[in-house]
């Protein structure tokens, strides 16, 4: 089996057997996307949903963003043979790992459900939120994929702020 990573920013769109894609995720969410009856799959991995409104965005940090990363696997899925109307999904990450940090893992997994229901994409499958990081493999050619919980990771910790100095350690 050969096993392509995927890193924060990136998409993939395969249509061979014999492949995974993987990913490592905290608060960011992957996205995986099949077509059964083409035998295509792809995933993405973002950091964050959308940019807020009147953001300033410079085009090379548009990967950053969900909402930017939908339309690229979307449509690459489609240039691979995919029909939209047959897309299914599965959705991964979106947890809230180091306090202090906010909910953006939250606001992250809530951007990918959002987006799946206003595109009318099913999900099969979801494993979002929580305080533990996730591996993710799925096999696009069959559609196959898991999710598993990564314990090496360490506890959430709260910002340690030094005094007479603006650097916090985690």
Known sequence: ?????????????????????????????AVCLHDS?????GMNHFLLGEPTPGQEVRSEDMQRYGIHAMELLINDMMHSGAKRERLCGHVYG??????????????????????????AIPIRHRDLGGNQARKVEFLPFDGKV?????????????PQR??????ELF
Do not use: Y
């Open 37 to 41: 009856t083409a035998k295509v799959g």
């Open 94 to 119: 979106g947890a809230n790992i180091i306090a202090g940090l906010g909910s953006i893992g939250s606001s992250n997994a809530a951007f990918a459900l959002r987006f799946m229901e206003m595109e």
């Open 146 to 158: 898991r999710s598993i919980k990564v314990n090496d990771v360490p506890p959430v910790q709260k």
């Open 162 to 167: 030094i005094a007479g100095n603006d650097l």
């Open 1 to 29: 089996m050969r096993r392509v990573a995927i890193i924060q920013g990136e998409h993939r769109v395969m249509a061979e057997p014999g492949v995974m894609l993987t990913t490592v995720l905290g608060s960011c969410v």
